[in-house]
């Protein structure tokens, strides 16, 4: 990277897109141990899955813990391939699986973002699997069976919102890596997509968000986006746990253009009343 | 503190019908303590969830006056006001401990353990809900649609969703 990023005018815009990018990705809910009390961003965060324990690694841009030391290409790597700077595949806990479809811009925008973040010295923890989940060399295998990188293509039989809308859920926002139920190799079924998961992270069931009669059929599209807004639902309830993270670190810092797009996307869906 | 003695009785009735119980049908005495406690619990949770459900009903009310302009100012800010007054009933409802871990076979119950291991943080998140709820049903009253959506957002977001993010559990 140049030395006088402060004085670049192109870079601070990046890092004003990327904190936007940051949200709707939702990072920091993952990778920041916030019942630990650790730093943000810094990792350390359990997220309890049938598979084992995963924690979160630090991506703050601390060379030598964080992901100070990547290059570009080591940091687009990641996020479009699934691939570490050592070529090692990562656990499809880092949702690289919905990550690859994000645009070229808005990796970059994001990863200018993460790098004017303050680093933080704080070791990675290493993952505590179940067998067979703890033999790393099989996720090559897993990727070839599962995995497919590539940006997101427009549906131009669609609208700018409907498009945007997908984008958001499936890409960037990654919604079904919660909300879909996954096989015991831990791959989502593509036909149940967004259909709800009764084994979600952390034991918890994770609702359907297709407009099926266990989903989303009695919601409007302004109904979701307030819910992702402030966390209302319709039956005046309040959503909490992870997803209240989501929402309070993510979501509810988006555009009402943007909520109301993945409203859109989300109606659109064939009603699927999950596994 | 009538309250618990009441609770105190009932447990002790309950107690002596698992004893009787327990001499033909339940082999051990400590199956039986279990079941005191199991019902001690259950009663609280019950409790519990029937607040939450009214808080929530009133906060439907809320809801639909402000995104729909359905019914009156004078009734939303009166289920605010409610929801203040039900708010101050949260140190009480809470204070058995019965988490998600130990009502698994008991239905639906989704208190986090953070509850009791950080029992100030919670009643300051009760307190939030009540004082939140009182700013609600006086800016329902003043009428500017500007400031009652602001309020709303943040009432339901530093009320509701806060707590519900650190201390409430997923469905299971």
Known sequence: MVEDLSEDAAVSDAVQRGAYVFRAAGCHSCHTDTKGGGAPLAGGRALKTPFG?????NIT??????IGAWSDEDFEAALRHGVSPDGDPYYPSFPYTSYTGMSDEDIADLQAYLFAQEPVETQNKPHDLD???SLR???????TMFFEAGAYQEDDQKDAAWNRGAYLTRHLGHCGECHSPRGFLGAVDDS????GNPEGPDGGKVPNLTPAENGLAGWSESDIA????????PEGDFLGDSMGEVIEHGTSHLSDDDLTAIAIYLKSLPANSGP | MLRKSILAAGACAVAAGAVLMSNSVVPTSHASDLQVADAHEMAAVKQRQQTMKDVGGNMKIIAEFVKASKGSAAEASAAAAKIGELATSIPEIFEVKATLEQMDTVGKNRSK???????DGFLERGKVLEDEAAKMAAVLNSGDAGTIQAQFATFGKEGCGGCHTTYRGPET
């Open chain 1, 61 to 66: 841009p601390h060379p030598v813990y964080g």
């Open chain 1, 226 to 233: 307030g819910a992702l807004k402030i966390g209302i639902t």
């Open chain 2, 113 to 119: 353990p953070e509850i009791w291991s950080d029992w």
């Open chain 1, 131 to 133: 067998f067979p989940y």
């Open chain 1, 137 to 143: 060399f099989t996720l090559g295998l897993w990727k």
């Open chain 1, 192 to 195: 149940l997509e967004l259909a």
């Open chain 1, 53 to 57: 324990t995963f924690y979160s690694p």
